[in-house]
């Protein structure tokens, strides 16, 4: 018994002393790097790597000031915060020196200038055409990052369900003359950084690192690049984040820095995906936790934004993507899901660096109220969301409809009508980002049974009315497919041409089918046409009652008025306008936008069955 208690005591005195020996490791720091002169003085950095919470903190640099260390329960973390005088903080590096007894870990950190062009970050609004596209789907222009030691899902098989095919940012920027010349003003990547996860790490929304773009599809230099590159044609990117979840595979995933860095539940709990809970009056306590803070899913932890120092880690890595690669606009994915609070505070943090800055929420709800409830000032809600628009989900649902269903009274074209009459919940429709399909819906080709007229009056429709339009990549040749839930490949299918040895190249007119090309050509001239067009960028929007099954509508500016008439009888409608004087009063003729045909008698207008007409009226 006493050779025990001798042991026990010996092991209690050795084993602090071997913990104390064990070697103090930094593996990084969050933001790597920031910048003078920022409007908010204050950062917070992350420092993660084995037995930091034992150490002391040193540092010297002119204008710079320790605020605090934080110490929390996991022992691998220190978070730092300073305050960085903007009169006296200037460019330069300085070493922070972690120490503890004889052993010493630094890092040199930096702290750069900003860049000084006043324009280099320009904001969304309706004049953009906006271009949504996966990298690992739209084009391979570097064989070389295919394979990448060290990355989970190390190589390509174009054959794998949920695989990566090999897409990446040089097969984007190989193909901006095509883009551009389609009619485009800004792109939209699906999230691109690191996804270092087993399964579906082609998608990007399972972040692994936030300051690293994922190597499979490039580099952070290499995004600058292409940043800079659409900025020199007068084009914007827009950067997709995501705020409610990380992958699983992340570094402060695998290693919590403290309890409450996520939701955790007694068992694993997915989120019940149902928004009205929010601003539901008569919801339940149990609902609205449901749906803020459960699991997206099983592989996707979801954040408690509620926890300042996540809170603030996400804000900053906002704003550092903005400095570093000046990036246009960002659009927040699952919008509805992270904390509505924090929310709110990380737009008035955006806005106060960069002003002119635009973000628009990803809301995949149902009801205009709903949707409406989550942009800014919306009356009688105790929090403003500051966020200037949404992805319309609304509007979407109308068109399909309109497209689908007979006419009636409030079927068919109506319920395009009925739902822009409900733009009065909106401080600014206009900024509503508005679409025909996206990475997560079926094909809008599919959805109108294959039919091209159907597809002109969707596409004619998606980019004469308000809002920012947005075009799903490969629409503009009639991509196709429903979604499948047990498939979702079938809408993120490659662009064909992308690959070296494609059998179709469909980049170039010679490599569509004649049906493809008419599709393309329908596009590319309203788009080009839009581009130019005062009354479709910046004019307002009336509309009429639509009668026997056409629908017409106005856009008109000082300088411009643009007439559209949707019919969607099989049958030829002659259109008698003398209901619409308000807006053609003064007008004499008009040219058909698509036809280049001259319209001389403006008293009765002819739209084909299933067809749209978009007419520009000239005095």
């Given at each position: 018994m006493k050779q025990n208690h001798r042991i026990w005591l010996l092991l209690s005195l050795i084993l602090p002393v071997m913990a104390w020996a064990q070697p103090v490791t930094l593996e990084r720091v969050d933001p790597p790097f920031w910048w003078a002169g920022m409007e908010n003085p204050r950062l917070q950095l992350l420092l993660h790597g084995d037995r930091l919470a034992g150490t002391t903190v040193q540092l010297a640099y002119p204008g710079i000031e320790v605020e605090g260390v934080s110490r929390v329960e996991n022992p691998n973390y220190l978070f730092i915060d300073l305050y960085l005088d903007p009169e006296k903080v200037v460019p330069g590096t300085f070493s922070i020196h972690l120490q503890r007894g004889r052993q010493q870990v630094s890092v040199q950190y930096e702290i750069k200038a900003r860049p000084q062009d006043p324009n280099r970050i320009q904001g969304l609004d309706p004049s953009d055409l906006i271009y949504l596209l996966m990298p690992d789907r739209f084009a391979n222009g570097d064989p070389d990052n295919d394979h990448v030691p060290g990355m989970i899902q190390a190589e390509v098989n174009r054959e794998e369900q949920y695989g990566r095919h090999g897409g990446d940012i040089q097969g984007v920027m190989d193909h901006l003359d095509y883009l551009q010349d389609l009619g485009i003003t800004t792109l939209w990547l699906n999230p691109a950084e690191e996804n270092n996860q087993p399964h579906e790490s082609y998608h990007g929304y399972a972040v692994t690192d936030h300051y690293r773009i994922d190597p499979r599809l490039g580099s952070n230099e290499l995004m600058l690049q292409l940043v800079e590159q659409c900025h020199a044609r007068g084009m914007k990117v827009i950067r997709d984040v995501v705020y409610n979840h990380v992958g699983d595979q992340h570094y402060f995933i695998k290693d919590l820095p403290m309890p409450g860095w996520v939701h955790q539940w007694e068992s694993f709990t997915k989120t019940s995906y149902r928004a009205p809970t929010l601003m539901d009056p008569y919801a339940s306590a149990y609902d609205r936790k449901r749906m803020a803070d459960g699991w997206f899913d099983t592989h996707m932890p979801d954040l408690n934004q509620d926890n300042p120092k996540v809170a603030t880690y996400l804000i900053q890595n906002s704003i550092w993507w903005i400095e570093y690669a000046g990036f246009d606009g960002y659009r927040i994915d699952t919008y509805a899901y992270p904390d509505q609070a924090f929310m709110a505070r990380w737009a008035e943090a955006i806005l106060q660096e960069y002003p002119g800055f635009t973000f628009f929420g990803e809301t995949w709800v149902h009801g205009v109220p709903v949707q409406a409830w989550f942009t800014e000032n919306m009356k009688g809600k105790a929090l403003d969301s500051h966020m200037p628009g949404v992805t319309d989900f609304q509007l979407y649902y109308a068109l399909n409809d309109a497209l689908n269903q007979p006419f009636g009274w409030t079927e068919g074209v109506n319920r395009l009508y009925y739902t822009l009459a409900k733009d009065f919940l909106y401080t600014d429709p206009n900024s509503n980002v508005i679409f025909l399909d996206n990475h997560d819906v079926s094909r809008f080709y599919s959805v109108v049974g294959e039919d091209l007229?159907?597809?002109?009056?969707?596409?004619?429709?998606?980019?004469?009315?308000?809002?920012?339009?947005?075009?799903?990549?490969?629409?503009?040749?009639?991509?196709?497919?429903l979604f499948d839930a047990s498939n979702h490949d079938k809408v993120r299918e490659e662009f064909p041409g992308g690959w070296p040895g494609d059998p179709?190249?469909?980049?170039?007119?010679?490599?569509?089918?004649?049906?493809?090309?008419?599709?393309?050509?329908?596009?590319?001239?309203?788009?080009?046409?839009?581009?130019?067009?005062?009354?479709?960028?910046?004019?307002?929007?009336?509309?009429?009652?639509?009668?026997?099954?056409?629908?017409?509508?106005?856009?008109?500016?000082?300088?411009?008025?643009?007439?559209?008439m949707m019919n969607q009888n099989e049958a030829a409608s002659q259109v008698v306008t003398d209901r619409f004087a308000e807006r053609m009063q003064g007008f004499k003729q008009a040219r058909d936008v698509i036809s280049g045909e001259t319209l001389s008698?403006?008293?009765?207008?002819e739209?084909?069955?299933?067809?749209?007409?978009i007419l520009e009226l000239q005095r």
């Open positions: 007229n159907k597809y002109k009056m969707g596409v004619g429709f998606l980019l004469t009315t308000r809002g920012i339009p947005q075009v799903y990549y490969g629409t503009e040749i009639l991509m196709s497919n179709a190249n469909k980049f170039e007119a010679s490599g569509r089918t004649a049906e493809e090309q008419e599709a393309f050509t329908f596009f590319r001239t309203l788009a080009r046409f839009r581009r130019e067009s005062a009354a479709l960028t910046a004019g307002k929007l009336m509309q009429f009652v639509p009668d026997e099954g056409v629908y017409t509508y106005f856009r008109y500016h000082p300088k411009q008025t643009v007439m559209v008698d403006l008293d009765q207008i739209v084909r069955g299933t067809g749209i007409r």
